[in-house]
């Protein structure tokens, strides 16, 4: 608990971390950048030569690009459940974290946005999805699990950032209260010129909350749909009725993991340790541990689904999955390390050593982003035609290139963000302390 | 001869045509190009202009008909009127366009040096070809060609004369010399006797690949299918008796391994049981004697064939209408083919499907050329005129020409492309394609095919016969009745086509047709059984070569069609290989892309293991074609993809097997593991199709019941109205299909107003050749991709044949399933729901459309297609001049990142609509046809409209045998697959 | 008669609250208070009634809805073509089971959309010119605006200040 902090304490230190960035914070940034350099470059061969730069091949028709996509999708997830879910749930943890955890939403939204994109054959008329009245008159099949994409997840950008913002407007007011120049200016404008009046605090908690009832079903439908890309087609193990709850609850899985590991070096660097404490990461600890385990009975499910079936085209695939090419791959993504790794939270005394969040929640972010490989590539790989069957897949260097340029492209902007914004939300962490009163002295 | 000029003129413009279109792209630029001031008679921009001429990829001589665009070829394909192929061809006549094209291609005189070719002036060559034939001792000059049966032969004959020689020697990496001396000492016939497989109820073939290459494989293809497949209630048997499971032997109902070289002990043998049990139709005379020694159980001894199988053999041959035929690129041809003879003679063959008044004409034929070679190693050859021949690269004793031909004073190659032959001569005189020479071709008795030039020629070439005689007059002013071939030609067919009428007439027929004169009537010469044995005696392993349905000898490695076109049977491409026995590979301890070192007397190769249980233990099998040197071709060479593009580098690609083997194709071999690796290039990596029943087959006794059950339910539906699902679709009712119910959909079906386009293939008659794969690739515009990108699985293919071998693990003989795979156009194509930008529809004629344009390319359809039949531009590919001169220009070329496939050939469907609108009537049935089932030779495929009652596919939809792929997923598949009968035993 | 603005700065929260109350019970009812975060005493001090931003979402959320299905309809309608064997959704709602997810998410959309401007509307936001104003209402102080006339302005400021307020200014 946070309760023996005051007010003031709370503005002094979570304001302090936005002053002047000490060197290392600079020698991050230029490393994040330089990632997404590289990614850039990259995806500049794509668009020069085509696609054939990267490692597709047929049947092999999506790999990393999108496996990049559905695990960024995914890592968004988490932010909102925490900012929006638990915050209809009332869950008095949530408000030193959520903060952290909507930005990472907000830009891991912003990277999975972009490989949609780069994924296709022609990235320059992937406006072509889009509903735009043209000069043909030629409008897009709605019919699409793509199409619903394009919706799903401009919904979500959307909404996710306007709610970020939202929550920023009190702390910017904050923030410029208390700065000079041009930093007062810029908070200023963020600020909305907000004044903390009773009005306003009533008009906004009442909004808020519609924020988080809305952001709420807009992130189950959004992962939903995402996971209808696969469920719709008849690929054996895409075509599944179970994809959308099992895609939710890995997406949260693993976006409960990112949020770990940013928040564990990140309270250490700005000094939060008596704001962000180990009852947070416990409640967060506990959270992956229950995600884990729908997604560990979703994976065995799965398996059930083919065997009962009957269908050969099905068991041939789940066969192919736990025995194939890509066998190593599932035995350690999606069982070792998002399965049975987590489990070890049952113990308290790993759930409450930062170490051993830090590491497994590492493992947890690779397991998942190895799942969603494994879902496409070895799906694609073992179709119906045998003829067709293929080990010969492999990621070419600019796959890889392209796939670290997103972790550069998220974590530029996020340390970005995290200078120039309060990583903890000041308005709400007061919310929960006991207001300064006059017993309070006595 | 008013006549005559008005059609000189009419080719004129043609060229003209061609010209300006052309030269824009091949350099240098012979003339302006001038746009079109008068339109020209004939040639109507956007129209297609037909000449028939003859296929000389190989020496089959099947008729052709090339397809033109503003004076371009662009098409070539089966003459409907020619006797051989019936309007049918292979996949080397498929590739000639890439040939005519072949950016390889000598554009003009070359002088040789250094194993490099300089440009030479025209008249110098030939004034410096005639002072050496001048200066030649008297028979000093010696002429080595193909077999070219016809008035080119005259002419060579006319040419020796001039200049004094009788030095003629006919050269051919696979030669048929064996069969037609084989005749003349059975049957005392000069030439090859005709096979009417049709008529043959029993096929015995004696490693005689008559799918593949075996002298007129079209023919022979259509002929054993219609022979040997079921109908009404029985189907005919096949043999084949040899080391290695080819195409052809994997057509058969049985084969019959037997050690490599020993196939005259096993026809022996059978000869042997006719003789002794007296299953003999026709006696003949002193032949006891000759098969005395070979009772089965020695035969089962040499040949390692079964003696109850030597003795089911030869009551088979006996007790119907049967043929025996023997290959040529086996050990002891001649006397292989005496002694098929002789069986033939025996069963009472000749006459019926064994045809001695309709000769073959491709004897002459030749792969030993000892006398020649005596005579260069003598020093007596001056002049050295090589026609089109490449013994340098196919001739089995390498060495010895390669030392032979170093002393010969002076060697004039002609030719349309860089050769190994071409590089060890001192010029080179670039010659006209085939397709761009007036010349004829006589593949057998009365059948007298004429060509003629369907397109000016592409580079500064001469026509072969016009060089031949300008020597000539070189040599002798005035020499030869004729100034050039052409009227040489016209002169030698006066008798043929006496006015232009008749000519022009032949021109537009391809040719002049008739029977066969003389009697077929059996007859056995003196000299029928006087034959001394003496079988090859190979101790331990042995290598074999076999030419492939691709290169045939080699000769057209350099058509990248054809490089990228998988092998039939391993299904590898763009290299070499080695086949060997399973049990072999374990006692060498080697496994696929292994790389094994082959030596024999004539060498050393190293090439990839591929584990192969069609060849016989320590038997080790290469194909023929690859291993050519550098200048032969950047395809033939080492090439690798590049971003789209292929570059060749200097080097060689894959090994040329033929030095290491004798004449009879094969040698005792030390193999030895180099420990290295070459990973194998192949378009099929699973062997077998599991449990998915893509390919079916029924066995004889099963067929009945089939039909039955298919019209109970038939009956059993008839009363209920068509289900929504089943409107406008296929009904399963008709087709009698298994799978999934009409009705089975969610959604109520979509009609078709005016046509349905569907298929059917037929899997009795499909015997897995490919042609329609590559016709598919000339008629589409489908791009070559390269080696690297094969192996990526990156290969652009439309339509390709799936080969599935049937076989547990234990079994001793592979079972080869052949079905070829393409589009199905579904009514309920999974496809195209998923395509967010409907660049992928169902037409209202039932057409599965890419719309190219519309692409962004997602490559959703392509993952959510159960056939797999979507291909994606990874890049953008290159036609490498003058190559895109050949581009089809009714269909679009892909741009990279769209999404492409087989669109039932729309662009001819829509020229016979056009046609038919013209015309005010409806499309007829047959009127329009795909590239594929066009070009089928053995008729497989058949493409129509099934909303009319009568067409040919809506009636084989109905067939009982029928059945779709991947019934159960209710994609209402447009194609029908006939279900392959076999007989019970392999069932 | 012109209106005088009073603002009270209170370092502690009950003192302020109670403040507030007796205000209201002397019949000041034009107050604005001024606190660092969102306490629930505020509403119930000012006995005021739930916002309006409510009314605003569900107009933008109905909105969304509908203009999603006249989008995915028409524009199916106005380009109709059979993909997969499945029909062209029509207005009669057949066949559009699959335009159901862009309805949802336009719902969503139009609806937080709505939202936001129902709080700017309400809220007064953006807002550049501030009558009365402490930044340390950012931090840990509350504050008491009190608008009122010219003669009851003694009586206001006497109770603020009798509570507890740190300072007491005349604006």
């Known amino acids: 608990m946070v309760t023996e902090l005051t007010y003031d304490q709370v503005n002094r230190d979570v304001l302090r971390t936005l002053e002047k960035p000490r060197p290392y914070y600079f020698l991050g940034l230029a490393i994040t950048a330089f990632m997404f350099a590289l990614g850039a470059w990259a995806e500049a061969q794509n668009i020069q030569y085509g696609l054939g730069m990267s490692g597709y091949m047929h049947p092999v028709y999506w790999a990393f690009y999108i496996t990049d996509f559905v695990f960024w999708v995914g890592i968004g997830h988490a932010g909102t459940l925490i900012s929006a879910i638990l915050y209809l749930f009332r869950a008095r943890w949530r408000m030193s974290v959520y903060r952290a955890a909507e930005a990472m939403t907000v830009f891991a939204v912003a990277t999975a946005g972009l490989f949609p994109i780069l994924h296709v054959g022609r990235p320059w008329l992937a406006y072509w999805l889009f509903p735009y009245p043209s000069e043909r008159q030629l409008w897009p099949n709605f019919k699409s699990p793509l199409v619903w994409d394009v919706f799903a997840i401009s919904t979500y950008a959307t909404v996710s950032t306007v709610f970020l913002f939202i929550g920023i407007i009190p702390d910017a007011a904050a923030a410029r209260d208390r700065a000079t120049g041009i930093r007062k200016l810029i908070y200023s404008i963020f600020a909305f010129g907000w004044l903390g009046s009773s009005d306003q605090w009533r008009h906004y908690m009442k909004s808020y909350m519609f924020f988080a009832a809305f952001a709420t079903p807009l992130v189950l439908s959004v992962h939903s749909v995402v996971s209808w890309d696969f469920a719709m087609s008849i690929v054996p193990g895409w075509h599944s009725t179970i994809f959308p709850p099992y895609f939710v609850a890995g997406a949260i899985l693993s976006g409960v993991a990112m949020v770990i590991t940013i928040l564990i070096p990140l309270r250490k660097l700005m000094g939060l340790e008596h704001i962000i404490t180990m009852w947070h990461f416990e409640a967060l600890a506990k959270l992956l541990l229950l995600t884990s385990t729908i997604v560990g009975y979703a994976y065995a499910t799965e398996f059930w689904n083919a065997w009962y079936s009957g269908s050969k085209y099905e068991s041939g695939h789940f066969l192919y999955r736990a025995f194939g090419h890509f066998a190593p791959t599932f035995w350690f993504g999606m069982v070792f390390c998002n399965s049975l790794l987590p489990q070890l939270f049952y113990f308290r005394g790993v759930r409450t050593n930062l170490w051993m969040l830090f590491i497994i929640s590492i493992f947890v972010n690779i397991g998942m982003w190895l799942e969603r490989f494994i879902i496409i590539v070895t799906a694609l790989s073992h179709e119906f035609m045998p003829y067709s069957w293929s080990d010969e897949y492999q990621p070419s260097h600019i796959d890889w290139m392209v796939t670290i340029g997103s972790f550069g492209w998220f974590f530029t902007l996020f340390l970005i963000f995290a200078k120039l914004f309060p990583m903890v939300s000041i308005n709400e962490v007061k919310e929960i302390l006991r207001p300064p009163v006059k017993e309070s002295h006595k | ?987 | 008669m012109s209106s005088r603005l009073l603002l009270g700065v209170y370092p502690h929260f009950d003192e302020f609250l109670e403040a507030t109350r007796k205000l209201r019970k002397e019949g000041f009812r034009d107050l604005v208070l001024f606190s660092p975060t969102a306490r629930h005493e505020l509403e119930e001090v000012l006995e005021e009634g739930p916002s309006v931003v409510r009314w605003f979402v569900l107009v933008g959320a109905l909105l969304g809805c509908l203009s999603g299905y006249v989008m995915t309809v028409w524009m199916n309608q106005d380009w109709p073509i059979i993909v997969g064997g499945k029909p062209i959704g029509d207005w009669d709602l057949s066949g559009t089971q699959p335009y159901v997810v862009p309805m949802f998410e336009l719902t969503i959309l139009l609806g937080s959309i709505f939202n936001l401007v129902g709080l700017f509307v309400n809220a007064r936001l953006p807002r550049i010119r501030v009558e009365a104003y402490d930044p340390r209402f950012s931090d840990d102080h509350f504050g008491i605006q009190v608008r009122t006339s010219e003669d009851k302005i003694a009586a206001a400021e006497a109770i603020l200040s009798k509570n507890g307020a740190k300072e007491v200014k005349r604006v």
């Open chain 2, 1 to 987: 001869m008013a006549d005559d000029i008005k059609r000189r003129d009419f080719l004129k413009l043609v060229g003209i045509g061609g010209a300006s279109t052309a030269l824009a792209n091949c350099t240098p630029p012979v003339e302006k190009i001038i746009p079109y001031v008068v339109k020209e008679e004939q040639v109507t921009p956007g129209d297609s202009l037909y000449f028939a001429t003859v296929c000389r990829e190989c020496p089959a001589g099947c008729g052709m008909v090339v397809r033109t665009r503003e004076g371009r070829a662009v098409k070539a394909e089966g003459n409907p009127e020619h006797p051989v192929n019936d309007g049918r061809l292979c996949m080397r006549g498929q590739a000639s366009i890439q040939g005519l094209y072949n950016p390889d291609r000598f554009a003009n005189a070359k002088r040789v040096g250094g194993g490099k070719f300089a440009d030479l002036g025209w008249d110098e060559a030939i004034a410096e070809v005639v002072g050496k034939v001048q200066a030649a001792r008297p028979n000093g000059v010696a002429y080595l060609g193909p077999v070219t049966p016809g008035t080119f032969d005259n002419l060579v004959g006319d040419f020796l004369n001039v200049v004094g020689s009788n030095g003629r020697y006919i050269y051919e990496a696979i030669p048929y010399a064996p069969l037609r001396n084989a005749a003349q000492r059975v049957f005392g016939v000069n030439g090859v006797p005709a096979h009417d497989f049709e008529k043959a109820r029993y096929v015995l073939s004696f490693s005689a690949d008559f799918l593949e290459t075996w002298l007129s494989p079209v023919e022979y293809a259509l002929g054993f299918t219609s022979g040997h497949s079921y109908k009404a209630g029985e189907m005919g048997r096949f043999v084949y008796v040899g080391p290695r499971y080819s195409l052809t032997a994997a057509n058969a109902d049985q084969w019959v391994s037997a050690n490599a070289g020993q196939e005259l002990a096993v026809a022996l043998g059978v000869l042997h049981v006719i003789i002794n049990e007296n299953l003999a139709k026709q006696s003949v005379n002193g032949v006891q004697s000759l098969v005395a020694d070979y009772t089965p159980d020695r035969v089962e001894q040499l040949s390692g064939v079964k003696a109850d199988t030597v003795r089911a053999i030869a009551r088979g041959v006996t007790a119907q209408d049967s043929l025996v035929v023997s290959g040529t690129t086996v050990a002891n041809a001649e006397e292989l083919a005496v002694v098929t003879n002789l069986i033939n003679y025996a069963a009472g063959n000749v006459g019926k499907t064994v045809l001695l008044n309709q000769l073959q004409q491709q004897g002459a034929g030749s792969n030993d050329l000892t006398p020649l070679l005596e005579r260069m190693e003598r020093g007596e050859i001056d002049v050295l005129v090589i026609n089109e021949v490449n013994p340098a690269f196919s001739y089995p004793d390498a060495a010895r020409w390669n030392a032979a031909i170093e002393k010969v004073g002076y060697v004039a190659q002609l030719d349309h492309q860089p050769t190994e032959t071409g590089a060890q001569a001192d010029v080179v005189l670039a010659t006209h394609y085939s397709l761009e020479q007036w010349n004829d071709y006589v593949p057998r008795e009365g059948v007298y095919g004429l060509m003629q030039p369907v397109m000016r020629p592409v580079f500064d070439t001469r026509h072969p016969g016009d060089l031949l005689i300008a020597i000539a007059r070189g040599v002798r002013a005035g020499a030869i009745g004729a100034p050039d071939y052409k009227t040489y030609l016209r002169q030698a067919w006066g008798s043929r086509t006496g006015d232009e009428k008749a000519w022009t007439q032949a021109l537009m027929k391809g040719g002049v047709f008739q029977a066969g004169s003389g009697s077929s009537a059996p007859r056995l010469a003196s000299t029928a059984t006087q034959l001394e044995v003496k079988l090859p005696e190979l101790q331990g392993d042995v290598l074999i070569a076999y030419p492939t349905i691709q290169y045939y000898d080699g000769r057209l490695a350099n058509r990248p069609v054809l490089q990228e076109h998988p092998d039939p049977m391993t299904k590898i491409t763009w290299m070499s290989w080695v086949e060997v026995h399973p049990r072999t590979a374990e006692k060498l301890g080697v496994k696929n892309g292994d790389l094994l070192s082959l030596k024999t007397e004539g060498g050393e190769i190293e090439a990839p293991v591929y584990v192969y249980k069609g060849v016989r233990e320590g038997v080790f099998a290469v194909p023929v074609g690859q291993g050519h040197s550098p200048l032969f071709g950047r395809f033939s060479g080492e090439a690798h993809s590049y971003r789209g593009g292929i570059v060749s580098a200097e080097g060689v690609r894959g090994v040329n097997p033929l030095p290491l083997v004798t004449p009879g194709f094969l040698a005792a071999v030390q193999v030895s593991n180099t420990g290295r690796r070459q990973t194998l290039i192949t378009t099929q990596t699973q062997p077998t199709q599991e449990d998915r029943d893509i390919s079916q087959v029924v066995p004889l006794s099963q067929v009945a019941l089939m039909a039955q059950q298919a019209s109970e339910k038939a009956r059993k539906l008839e009363g209920e109205p068509l289900r929504a699902a089943e409107v406008g679709t296929i009904p399963n009712r008709v087709a009698g299909i298994q799978g999934a119910e009409p009705g089975a959909s969610f959604y109520p079906a979509h009609d078709h107003p005016a046509h349905r386009w569907a298929m059917v293939i037929d899997l009795n008659s499909c015997i897995g050749c490919g042609s329609c794969s590559v016709a598919c690739y000339t008629e589409n515009n489908i791009p070559v991709v390269g080696p690297e990108l094969v192996a990526k699985g990156r290969e652009m293919s439309w339509l390709w044949i799936e080969r599935y071998f049937e076989e547990p693990e234990a079994e001793e003989q592979p079972d080869a399933r052949f079905i070829p795979m393409l589009c199905q156009h579904c009514d309920n194509a999974p496809c195209e729901p998923v395509c967010p930008v409907y660049a992928t529809y169902h037409t209202p004629e039932g057409l599965n459309a890419q719309v190219y344009n519309r692409c962004v390319g997602t490559r959703y359809c392509g993952n959510n297609c159960p056939y797999k039949v979507r291909r994606f531009n990874w890049f953008e590919y290159e036609w490498p001049a003058p190559l895109n001169l050949g581009l089809n220009p009714d269909v679009s070329v892909r741009s990279r990142g769209v999404m492409e496939k087989c669109t039932f050939c729309v662009q001819r469907t829509r020229e016979a609509k056009n046609d038919a609108r013209n015309e005010a009537r409806p499309v007829r049935d047959g009127e329009v046809t795909t590239a594929c089932a066009q070009t089928c030779p053995t008729n497989a495929i058949t493409f129509g409209d099934i909303m009319d009652p009568n067409s040919q596919v809506a009636k084989l939809t109905a067939n009982p045998l029928g059945y779709r792929v991947l019934e159960e997923l209710n994609t209402q598949a447009a194609i029908t697959y006939i279900r392959e009968v076999v007989h019970d035993s392999e069932a």
